[in-house]
């Protein structure tokens, strides 16, 4: 273990970190260890991982000096910060803050930050074709991270910035899956017209990211997109049809209709889903799925990804 490189993994319980945590624990000559951090070590879950072999640490993100205790003595790290747990940018970044003071303050050689696009250098506050939110911003989860990205520079924190894309568990765990219409058929609804998403298996991010700490030095300072597949609603209908066997159509609603569906975060996601589908070429360019399976050559398609847990998604 010793001459083991350690990485840190916040969100090690969740979905993007829990498959960088898997990532490492399976390739047990790879030369790293992994240090799970939690808010709870007693956790079924963090239990499980340190039955596993991961060191488990417990430290909160609201609370710095508990993760500059929790990263002593590591090589790298993996940062992510939850904005559906609060539903405040302005918390995200204190959350980015803290992480980075604990980073220099560990001195860390080598730290992966899970960002996204601040959208409103597409679409300044100025732009009305979608409605500024939150008083300062247009996608505030995405905007609240791509503006952290400068701490991590400016610290000089050695960082690689990681753009990650939607989650196809989406379907699961978000109810973003397909839901019967009128007719009986099952209706997959995004607000994306024919333009295509930029998905993956939340489990590749971690996958890719545990890519990232292999190759190491050479991808400090870069920015590195990653996906699993791009697909307009009409192929993820039809490949949600091929999977569970009962029809599926695409139920493109415009982004106006998505923002007032009135659940928590309906205004952010619809304006998400509107600068996705408005600036395609961009954000499927940024994130190159060769890149990707170059960093995780398991990369699954939405199709791979069906196979294994189509009947997962709740149909109701
Ligand atoms: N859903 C998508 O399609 C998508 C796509 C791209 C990016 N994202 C971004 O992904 C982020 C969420 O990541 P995820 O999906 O991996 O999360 P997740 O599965 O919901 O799990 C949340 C993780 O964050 C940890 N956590 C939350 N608050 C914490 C705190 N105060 N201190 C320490 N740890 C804390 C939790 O650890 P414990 O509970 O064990 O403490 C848990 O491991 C969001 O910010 C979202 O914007 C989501």
Redo the contacts with the bound molecule.
Sequence with gaps: MSDRKIIAV?????????GLVQAILKDAQGGFAVRA????AS?A??QALAQRGAQVVA?????EASLVKALAGVHGAYF??????HFSPEK?QA?ARNLVAAAKHAGLKHVIW?T?EDTRKWVPLSDDRMPTLMGKFKVP??DA?GEANAYFTAAGVPTTFLL????W??LI??GMGPKPGPEGRLAFTLPMADRKLA??A?ED?GKCAYGIFRKGAETIGKTIGIAGEHLTGAQMAAALAKALGREVVYNAVTPEQYRGFGFPGAEDLGNMFQFYSEFEDYFCGARSLDVSRALNPELQSFSDWLARNGQRIPLA
């Design positions: 916040v969100g090690a319980t969740g979905a993007q970190g829990g951090i939690t808010r709870d956790s879950k963090a430290a909160d993100l609201n609370d992510v910060t939850n904005f559906w747990e995200e959350h899970s996204l989860h995405f991270k990650t894309s939607f989650y568990d989406n765990h978000f998905g993956i939340a991010i």
